[in-house]
């Protein structure tokens, strides 16, 4: 599968942006999304994630009621909402695909495990 992101951009602190990533070649609805970012200097950080059906999200406790994932499996779209945005933020974004199922968890919070991966969008919130 094909993993196209958009939507980054330079925002000032506490505002919003909407990243998307669109998929094809493969079939969306088998996939659990993650979003994922890397800001300068630092490794590669798991953001949140979203069941194969929309039934469960999980997000990382720094964007926890910030951030929002939703997905649109008729158009074969993933969304990350951001609100409230700070400069720690600041990153290229990524989503991910992964087709595996796992017997312990519908996620895995770590980028190995993901199979294809978009481009990245970069994100940067001035203060």
């Known amino acids: 599968v094909q993993l196209q992101a958009s939507g980054g951009g330079l925002v000032q602190t506490g505002g919003s942006l909407r990243l998307s990533c669109a998929a094809s070649?493969?079939?969306?609805?088998?996939?659990?999304m993650g979003w994922f970012r890397q800001a300068p200097g630092k490794e590669r950080e798991f953001v949140a994630a979203i069941s194969r059906s929309a039934d469960d999200t999980y997000y990382i406790d720094s964007v926890k009621g910030r951030f929002t994932t939703s997905r649109d499996n008729a158009n074969n779209m993933v969304y990350l909402h951001m609100n409230s945005l700070k400069p720690e933020d600041t990153a290229v974004y990524y989503c991910?695909?992964?087709?595996?199922?796992?017997?312990?968890?519908?996620?895995?919070?770590?980028?190995?495990?993901?199979?294809?991966w978009g481009q990245g969008t970069q994100v940067t919130v001035s203060s």
């Open positions: 991910a695909a992964d087709r595996k199922k796992y017997s312990s968890s519908w996620y895995i919070p770590a980028d190995r495990w993901y199979d294809y």
């Open positions: 070649g493969g079939t969306f609805s088998s996939y659990v």
